[in-house]
């Protein structure tokens, strides 16, 4: 049987970023950014007016902080020492929303923090892309990771075997985001890579790969 698949998430599940981006926002742009709006385009203010950002602009801003700003993102407590162990026996591949002219930045950003790993670059729900990357590597199980709860739908839905682990490590905006455990598309809702890796590890290599508990 072909080694196991690890398909993870960078910002939020690698590497912190949503809290360095508000950090830089407000230094530099002038810019509120309230982490308990989920929406995301709902959630940037003029720091001077108090008005909402139009839509236009928060992309023009957050293509802004990738342009120049990764250099502040730190890895996510127990982050670098759960995938070391994961891929002892695991393949471990990166799937992240960014534009593909990122991937090299987003590669060399990560060995930078000691996460050498491949990155597959996507845009919009991850569901096909990960297909794809099933498709080149025939792996006998798999799980994915991600702090976004549409994308554990949109895999689910194309590939319902996945197993899907939903993990958003920054606490100010984990207690405030959609949970797919809840809503029935991930296997599972463990915030901290001290509880996941137990569970991960188990999905990967255990006898019983239908444990949807959360054990943290």
Same mark, same amino acid.
């Given at each position: 049987?072909? !080694? %196991? ?6 910002? /939020? ?6 809290? $360095?981006?508000? /950090?830089?926002? +407000? /230094? ?7 982490? *308990?709006? %989920? ?5 940037? !203010?003029?720091?001077?007016?108090? *008005?909402?950002? /139009? ?12 342009? *120049? ?11 670098? #020492? #759960? ?5 002892? @026996? ?15 930045? !987003?590669?060399?950003?990560? +060995? ?12 919009? %729900?991850?569901?096909? #892309? ?14 994915? &990771?991600?702090?976004? +709860?549409? $994308? ?8 319902? $075997? ?11 905006? +984990? !207690?405030? &985001? ?5 809503? *029935?598309?991930? $296997?599972?809702? &463990? ?18 790969? @239908? ?6």
């Amino acid at each position: 049987m072909s !080694r %196991p698949l690890v398909i993870t998430d960078c910002d /939020e599940v690698l590497l912190y970023m949503v809290g $360095h981006f508000q /950090e830089w926002l +407000a /230094e530099e742009e002038g810019v509120s950014f309230d982490l *308990g709006v %989920p929406a995301f385009h709902k959630s940037m !203010r003029d720091a001077q007016t108090g *008005g909402l950002l /139009e839509q236009a602009r928060v992309w023009e801003l957050l293509n802004k902080f990738f342009d *120049g700003q990764m250099h502040r993102q730190t890895p996510v407590e127990g982050a670098v #020492a #759960a995938i070391a162990e994961l891929s002892r @026996d695991a393949d471990v591949v990166v799937l992240t929303n960014l534009m593909d002219f990122r991937r090299d930045h !987003r590669v060399r950003q990560l +060995a930078d923090h000691g996460i050498d790993l491949k990155v597959y670059t996507n845009q919009g %729900p991850k569901g096909p #892309a990960l297909k794809a990357i099933l498709d080149e590597y025939q792996p006998g199980r798999t799980v994915f &990771i991600d702090d976004i +709860a549409q $994308h554990h739908g949109s895999v689910g839905s194309l590939t319902p $075997h996945v197993g899907r682990l939903h993990l958003c490590a920054d606490p100010r905006l +984990a !207690r405030h &985001i959609p949970c797919a455990h809840e809503a *029935g598309d991930a $296997h599972a809702r &463990i915030d901290t890579w001290n509880h996941a890796l137990p569970w991960l590890l188990e999905r990967l290599h255990g006898a019983d790969t @239908d444990n949807t508990k959360d054990p943290s």
